[in-house]
């Protein structure tokens, strides 16, 4: 009776395992959703679709972006939350992903809420200005401030974005004051800066790229650790006397925590084929975006020392901002 009552066991067991195995060996099964809490042409959003298509193939089925700005990028992230654990709905993450939390601890979700899957790049930003605003260095730049204090705008999208720890630390550093005008993210401000109804942005290098090259918009600095072979003209904020204002956007892929490791690991791999591909590859490079990808580990273990620079910049933050 015993021998009888265990192999009934092992069976049952058996039949609540089995489908739940077979779901991750096949996984997936289905088109993947990715949430980008950014609108579409922004860095985040260039950075998932430019992987995208090679990691659909890998995976046989496609990856569906969907744009959900807002709400400070915060949005995005409660739709993930809303969906089971079972890697069919990504977070496509950066900087805010790590700093919003720390923010504004009624969101309710953290750090721990998501798992990492793996990066997929880093990028430098760059301050710029329209050529109407009269001012050709940064130099140029903190005197109009300086003339003018509250009156300069700058386009925001809340604090997490490695974009809001460079501006607002080097705002500190500079002794200046700007005045925030509220966007959704993605390009959406790009016409009032082009228009001069906004006075300077920091923006990702692969979304004012071109504007740039083709005198639109003046680049005053660059916020990453060495000058971009893009642009090797435009000088660092180290260089320029600011160091501890320089930051890297960084892009990646996080899941709900608790998504089983097969699932993790598929989609690693996957993201890792494109990022590996020559042609892919080029594309970052030739958008002034670095490939670093990391797998879930080394992700993790990343975001670990993101986490202690985020808890100093959150620190910093003015009351009254």
């Not at 140029?140 to 607002?168: D, H, I, M, N």
């Not at 006075?199 to 680049?219: C, D, F, W, Y």
Request: proline share 8%; hydrophobic share 45%.
């Amino acid at each position: 009776m015993k021998q009888l009552i265990t192999r009934l066991f092992a069976v049952a067991v058996g039949c609540l395992i089995s489908p739940l195995a077979s779901a991750q060996s096949d996984y997936p099964r289905k088109p993947i959703q990715v949430v980008v809490p950014y609108g579409p042409g922004g860095a985040l959003d260039i950075a998932v679709r430019l992987v995208g298509e090679h990691m659909g193939q890998t995976l046989g089925q496609p990856l569906v972006v969907l744009n959900r700005p807002g709400g400070n990028t915060n949005i995005g992230p409660g739709i993930v939350l809303q969906n089971p654990p079972d890697g069919y709905m990504l977070l496509a993450s950066s900087t805010a992903t790590v700093i919003n939390p720390l923010v504004d601890s009624k969101l309710g979700w953290n750090r721990d809420s998501f798992q990492p899957i793996a990066r997929i790049a880093t990028s430098p930003s760059l301050f710029v200005v329209a050529p109407g605003l009269g001012v050709k260095t940064l130099a140029e730049f903190v005197a109009l401030a300086k003339s003018k204090p509250g009156e300069l705008t700058t386009p925001v999208t809340g604090f997490g974005s490695s974009q809001a720890v460079a501006r607002e630390s080097f705002a500190r550093l500079a002794g200046i004051r700007l005045l925030d005008v509220a966007y959704k993210g993605g390009t959406s401000f790009v016409p009032d800066l082009l228009g001069g109804r906004l006075s300077m942005s920091v923006s990702p290098l692969n979304v004012v790229l071109t504007m740039v090259k083709e005198g639109r918009l003046i680049a005053l600095a660059n916020t990453g650790l060495a000058r971009s072979p893009v642009l090797p003209d435009v000088p660092t904020l180290t260089e320029l006397g600011y160091s501890e204002a320089a930051s890297n956007s960084w892009f990646g892929l996080h899941a709900l925590t608790g998504t089983p490791a097969p699932v993790i690991q598929k989609v690693s791999a996957a993201l890792r084929a494109a990022m590996d591909d020559p042609k892919v590859r080029q594309q970052f490079v030739t958008a002034g975006t670095d490939p670093g990808y990391l797998d879930s580990a080394a992700f993790n273990s990343f975001i670990d020392e993101e986490m202690v620079k985020a808890r100093r910049y959150v620190a910093t933050l003015p009351n009254t901002r």
